[in-house]
């Protein structure tokens, strides 16, 4: 029998964040230490937004170095997490008849090991991906997360990386600290609210939500892992935000836990 987990929504930033110790990372450790100990990861990451869904089916998943222009440092970093085949499967049975894809091709990307790396550092818990299909809607990210749900019964965590924020053009790459922008507050402020009250729907419908929403959500590949996270929760659940803040003006860090 297993101890019923959360499902968590991080959102991860810069990859640099890897290899720093800061008020993210240090809450990110936080998360892995006082979550209870999950049997297997399941993770949605921002950054496996391609045609068609797909899980990895790796037993020794490789650490992708999907980013350009960083420091040397950041590419010797390896996360060598082992697979779970018997997950993936499972994932595959459980989203019958959707085509769900065995992939050995991917491994684990920086949305889920950058993140990963400070919550379990000792690389020791196994790691499923499962991919986003960017060429569905919002709705059909909600369905699937719904329809994963009870992975949270069976010792899964299941893990959205991506950011509720996430617009790069505005991005203040200095070294300064930037104010955040009028409009990432407001739309930060406007998701938490409804998260809050669980009225979903509008987050689904995301692009009603006015010009905030689309100046924080110019693409959606890093918005949907936190639909798949909401959707996994239970009417008793709480929903808390044990990571908060924005980066360069224009990036959340906004977590959100359900359960």
Not at 83 to 95: E, K, N, S
């Amino acid at each position: 029998m297993h101890e019923t987990l959360p499902a968590i929504f991080l959102g991860h930033g810069n990859p640099l964040n890897a290899l720093a110790d800061n008020s993210y990372t240090r809450a990110w450790r936080r998360i892995g230490e006082q979550t209870p100990r999950p049997r297997a990861i399941l993770a949605i990451s921002a950054h496996w937004y391609v045609p068609g869904t797909g899980v990895t089916i790796n037993a020794t998943p490789r650490t992708i170095h999907d980013f350009g222009g960083f420091p040397q440092e950041l590419y010797q970093v390896q996360y060598p997490a082992p697979g779970d085949p018997a997950l993936a499967r499972r994932v595959q049975d459980m989203l019958a008849p959707l085509p769900v894809a065995l992939d050995d091709s991917w491994g684990l990307d920086h949305g889920t090991w950058a993140v990963l790396c400070h919550a379990y550092p000792d690389a020791d818990i196994p790691v499923v991906q499962l991919s986003i299909d960017k060429t569905r809607p919002a709705s059909f990210h909600f369905e699937v997360g719904r329809r994963l749900a009870p992975l949270r019964d069976e010792g899964i965590l299941v893990v959205g990386s991506g950011n509720l924020v996430h617009n790069l053009h505005a991005y203040a790459w200095g070294r300064h600290a930037a104010d955040p922008y009028d409009w990432a507050v407001r739309f930060e402020a406007k998701a938490k609210e409804l998260l809050l009250a669980g009225e979903y729907q509008p987050l689904i419908d995301y692009e009603t939500l006015g010009e905030d929403a689309m100046l924080a959500i110019p693409t959606p590949d890093h918005y949907l892992p936190l639909l798949y996270v909401i959707a996994m929760r239970r009417e008793r659940d709480a929903v808390t935000f044990p990571v908060a803040g924005v980066d360069g003006g224009s990036i959340s860090m906004l977590a959100v836990q359900v359960g």
